[in-house]
């Protein structure tokens, strides 16, 4: 089965639909999809994504990690937050069946493991800790998962605390809006120099599983070796930029003799673009005179 990875939708559902149509074209339904993380929020049809991903994974046809969106969908819908002037996710919060997709995106999971052509990885939505083996980012992972899928109060009280109260909710925390990292600390800024990407304090322990992830727009298409980095802001174009959905598709070109799957470089990559303008945030429009 052809595996599909796809970066940020954040509800892009027409993009979604045009990727979906393509692979269903080129595999007709042998093909899975493996969503990064932030399905939702800032886009205008969240829950057209979430329907089609949702029908997927009870088909046993998709993976879908938690994002840092999804986490703010969760926390609002629990009654930790408010919706900021920004979000989108109405269409969801404001539906009757709310509290249902609330308990259901509770249930995903923070990291899922797999092997391609014999190489181990990992997809998450944001970063990885340097040092982590694959088996202890895989434990972390679940850790936060038990915490978060339990009965809603338990998950309420999880979602509540500071990072510094618990190891386990700063490991959401990381795993869902990390960006800049060294050995002895982790920020969600973007770092002032690419050697504060959290990547490459990753890499500098030389790990032996690849990772596939999301979360970082202005970083866009992210290639190395062991790395792909797939958000490329769909829900962005037409800010100064163009913007993308993007797909890996690893298994679909045979691989140079020697070469494993996380190799790069790399043009195993399907991109839908953005058909307008989705997001017009209020600095924006502050900026613009509006």
Request: charged residues 30%; aromatic residues 8%.
């Amino acid at each position: 089965m052809q595996r599909i990875f796809i970066g940020d939708v954040q509800g892009c559902a027409d993009e979604l639909e045009a990727l979906y149509a393509r692979a269903t074209e080129a595999f007709s339904t042998d093909f899975s999809l493996w969503i990064a993380g932030d399905l939702v929020n800032r886009g205008p049809d969240n829950r057209r994504a979430l329907e089609r991903v949702r029908e997927l994974v009870e088909a046993e046809r998709a993976e879908y990690v938690l994002g840092n969106h999804e986490i703010h969908l969760i926390s609002t819908g629990l009654g930790l937050r408010d919706l900021a002037a920004n979000d989108s996710i109405e269409d969801v919060l404001g539906a009757s069946d709310a509290m249902e997709w609330v308990d259901w995106l509770r249930k995903r999971p923070l990291v899922v493991e797999g092997a391609i052509a014999g190489q181990p990885f990992a997809m998450v939505h944001a970063s990885v800790g340097p040092g982590w083996s694959l088996s202890e980012l895989v434990s972390r992972g679940r850790a936060v998962s038990e915490r978060l899928s339990g009965d809603r109060e338990a998950a309420r009280s999880f979602l509540a605390l500071d990072l510094d109260e618990d190891p386990v909710r700063e490991d959401l925390a990381r795993l869902t809006r990390g960006r800049s990292a060294t050995d002895s600390g982790w920020s969600s800024s973007e770092p002032g120099r690419k050697e504060g990407a959290w990547h490459r304090a990753w890499a500098a322990h030389e790990p032996d599983y690849g990772i596939v992830y999301g979360h970082w727009a202005r970083q866009g298409l992210h290639v190395e070796n062991g790395l792909r980095g797939l958000d490329t802001g769909c829900v962005h174009h037409g800010r100064g930029r163009d913007g993308y959905l993007t797909a890996w598709l690893p298994e679909s070109l045979p691989r140079a003799a020697g070469g494993r799957a996380f190799d790069a470089p790399d043009d195993r990559f399907w991109q839908i673009q953005a058909s307008r303008r989705y997001y017009f945030p209020a600095q924006d429009r502050i900026q613009d005179g509006a």
